[in-house]
């Protein structure tokens, strides 16, 4: 059939200029130590940051979720979907950010993309101006396609950009949007210096905090924490399928905005409920990650940060330096990132390359990223590795 061939032949155009991606099939949790495609390996690429996502404690929580509540919700939240334990979940969320947020209120998701895509359309209507940063994850740009709103692109970080932007337009609602942690740098947006701005220009600040909450911050609330904001015009993203270890997002804002988007916001009203399970886990991972266990987690991942700081030797390839979990290390050359990973590969090492269109040209890399389940000697294993590998390529 042709449509079928047309495919082929695209998939094989793929093939060859090696951008194919394949899916390993891991036998075990995920974990540092894992079972795939039948072969052990000590991973280096997972978002499980706090190592949450096989704890004995979230694991029965789920279990003993699916017992009181059933495995599926049924229905959508605005039907008969919503559960008890959506609605502690929520509840525990707001409390939990309340001290950056006013009138704080939250709402849960089944994914991040659907929480982004539903903040941006139902804040953003056609007639509003949205002002985006250059690395946006995809979720971020897709809702921002999906709003039909007139949008404009910032340079990455340059709040001076933004500012005339700002500055320029008459649009009556103004969105700034930005990841706050970017995922392929692990870099911060100037969180403080964005606020400032959408204060005096009326604007909200949509935070994508996929990779700060949970990690960043003393009790894990993520960038705002970490930065020390509280403002009304912060419409805040965290997801809970990275440090939190089980799966969904939430969005905490004033409580009107929450309001809104359970009124208006077609990602979250069209869609069945996640599993109420799922938000009973969530309660203990969330518990944790407020309590001395995440404290004490994220004071071990910091310490794993130093050290592959401190042990990396590397002449030619470029750490980039980062408070977060993910520590990047930039090679340049598709092939000798591709060399490398799979070197990396064969000696039982997962780590992935990441290679343009994904990250600029000429700055292919290894996406590093720890966790606070990795030990130091694990780490210690992989900046030999690397070391002894940037010697030799
Ligand atoms: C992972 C991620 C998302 C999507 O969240 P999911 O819950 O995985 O759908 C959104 N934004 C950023 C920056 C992410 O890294």
Known sequence: MQLIATLESELQQLEQRGLRRRRRIA????????????RAMLAFCSNDYLGLAAHPRVVEALREGATRYGVGSGASHLISGHSRAHALLEERLAEFMSPHLESARALYFCTGYMANLAVITALAGRDAAIFSESLNHASLIDGVRLSRAAVQVYPHGDTAALAAMLAASSAVTKVVVTDSVFSM?????????????CERHGAWLVVDDAHGFGMLGANGRGALEHFNLRSPYLVYMGTLGKAAGVGGAF???HETVIEWLIQRARPYIYTTAAAPALAHALLTSIELIAGDEGRARRAHLQALIAQLDQSLQLQRWQRIASPTAIQPIVIGSNDETLRAAAALYAQGLWVPAIRPPTVPLNTARLRVTLSAAHTCDEVAQLATALNALEELA
């Open 27 to 38: 036998e075990t949790p995920c974990a540092p130590r894992v079972e795939l495609d039948d």
């Open 185 to 197: 740098d692990g870099d911060l947006a100037p969180l403080p210096a964005l606020l400032a701005l």
């Open 251 to 253: 969005v905490a804002a």
